[in-house]
């Protein structure tokens, strides 16, 4: 089988970490070989998270090579494009429809790019803008958006629900599972395979 590259990307606290850890069991379940990494500097400040996550028949590294990213999921808009470039050619863009404001923005340091839409249409010509944020809502936790997208993104890899399921069910605490397997299953629902 060959190396699936996934890159989730977005903001401290939308859950970015969880979902990494979700598709990586997910992966391993289903017996791949997988690689995982991230970086996460100023999380708590509202700064930028990336995880990469690899997976295949043999994988030495975690990190993924520059253009070679088969989906870049993105828990805000902005963060979609800071890694564009990762994406690689025919690669799927998953965007969460929702903009967190920078602090460099709110406090007037940097302008707001108003061309965010043409910008997001350029760079991301195979891309799918999901509202994680309402379908959270809907299942009754705004914090639940990274496994609505962890479920649309289920629909685009060749793993299997019950492995996604039994994922959820081995890394969420379980005072959240029920929640996060709803937003999981809301996920899945909107972008079926």
């Not at 959270?136 to 479920?151: F, K």
Request: with cysteine.
């Amino acid at each position: 089988m060959p190396t699936v590259n996934i890159a989730l990307v977005g903001v401290g606290g939308q859950g970015i970490l969880l979902a990494s850890d979700v598709l990586s069991r997910a992966a391993l379940l289903a017996g791949r070989d997988v690689k995982k990494s991230e970086v996460h500097g100023m999380a708590q400040r509202g700064g930028s998270v990336v995880s990469q996550v690899r997976f295949g028949d043999h994988i030495y590294s975690p990190l993924i090579p520059d253009g070679e990213t088969n989906v870049l999921v993105s828990f805000e808009f902005l963060e979609s494009l800071r890694y564009a470039d990762t994406l690689a050619p025919g690669g799927l863009a998953l965007i969460n429809d929702q903009i967190i404001t920078p602090i460099t923005v709110s406090s007037g340091q940097q302008p707001w790019p108003e061309d965010l839409e043409a910008r997001l249409e350029k760079a991301f010509p195979n891309r799918r803008v999901i509202d994680a944020l309402t379908l959270a809502r809907d299942v009754g936790n705004l914090r639940t958006v990274n496994m609505v997208m962890a479920g649309a993104l289920s629909c685009h890899l060749d793993l299997l629900e019950p492995t996604w399921l039994q994922a959820i069910q081995e890394v969420v605490p379980a005072r959240h599972r029920e929640v996060n397997l709803r937003a999981f299953a809301a996920g899945r629902a909107l972008l079926p395979s």
